[in-house]
Protein backbone atom coordinates (compact mmCIF):
# COMPACT_ATOMS: atom_id res chain seq x y z
CA UNK A 1 0.00 0.00 0.00
CA UNK A 2 1.22 3.27 -1.17
CA UNK A 3 0.16 6.56 1.31
CA UNK A 4 -0.08 9.83 0.50
CA UNK A 5 2.63 12.50 1.40
CA UNK A 6 0.83 14.43 4.23
CA UNK A 7 3.31 16.92 3.70
CA UNK A 8 3.95 17.48 0.06
CA UNK A 9 0.06 18.27 -0.32
CA UNK A 10 -1.46 20.94 1.66
CA UNK A 11 -5.09 20.77 0.67
CA UNK A 12 -8.53 18.62 1.51
CA UNK A 13 -6.62 15.77 1.06
CA UNK A 14 -4.32 15.41 4.10
CA UNK A 15 -7.86 14.95 6.45
CA UNK A 16 -8.20 11.63 4.79
CA UNK A 17 -4.76 9.90 5.80
CA UNK A 18 -4.71 11.00 9.60
CA UNK A 19 -5.12 7.21 10.29
CA UNK A 20 -2.94 5.26 12.20
CA UNK A 21 -1.26 3.25 10.04
CA UNK A 22 0.26 5.65 7.98
CA UNK A 23 1.49 7.59 10.50
CA UNK A 24 5.21 5.96 10.17
CA UNK A 25 5.23 7.10 6.76
CA UNK A 26 3.74 10.23 6.84
CA UNK A 27 7.12 10.69 9.21
CA UNK A 28 9.46 9.17 6.60
CA UNK A 29 7.92 11.67 4.24
CA UNK A 30 8.20 14.59 7.05
CA UNK A 31 12.02 13.96 7.36
CA UNK A 32 12.99 13.12 3.28
CA UNK A 33 11.50 17.14 2.69
CA UNK A 34 13.23 18.35 5.94
CA UNK A 35 16.74 16.55 4.08
CA UNK A 36 15.48 18.07 0.91
CA UNK A 37 15.26 21.95 2.30
CA UNK A 38 18.51 21.55 4.21
CA UNK A 39 20.19 19.96 0.70
CA UNK A 40 18.71 22.81 -1.23
CA UNK A 41 19.09 25.69 1.86
CA UNK A 42 23.02 24.78 1.35
CA UNK A 43 22.53 25.04 -2.81
CA UNK A 44 21.35 28.70 -2.04
CA UNK A 45 23.66 29.66 0.59
CA UNK A 46 26.33 28.17 -2.35
CA UNK A 47 25.08 30.33 -4.92
CA UNK A 48 25.07 33.34 -2.36
CA UNK A 49 28.85 32.77 -1.94
CA UNK A 50 29.75 32.72 -5.29
CA UNK A 51 27.63 35.56 -6.54
CA UNK A 52 29.39 37.73 -3.84
CA UNK A 53 32.70 36.41 -4.75
CA UNK A 54 31.93 37.20 -8.67
CA UNK A 55 30.95 40.74 -7.67
CA UNK A 56 34.03 41.87 -5.56
CA UNK A 57 36.49 40.49 -8.10
CA UNK A 58 37.83 44.15 -8.66
CA UNK A 59 38.84 44.70 -5.30
CA UNK A 60 41.31 43.24 -3.48
CA UNK A 61 40.26 45.04 0.03
CA UNK A 62 36.60 43.34 -0.30
CA UNK A 63 37.65 39.36 -1.10
CA UNK A 64 39.74 39.98 1.94
CA UNK A 65 37.32 41.26 4.11
CA UNK A 66 34.80 38.77 2.94
CA UNK A 67 37.55 35.84 3.29
CA UNK A 68 37.76 36.69 7.07
CA UNK A 69 34.02 36.24 8.11
CA UNK A 70 33.52 32.75 5.47
CA UNK A 71 36.52 30.69 5.08
Known amino acids: ?3 KCMYKQKGINDTKYMNKKN ?3 KKTCFFKRL ?3 LVTYKKKINKKKYKKKKKNKNSNHKIHFYRLFNP
Open 1 to 3: MKY
Open 23 to 25: MIT
Open 35 to 37: LQN
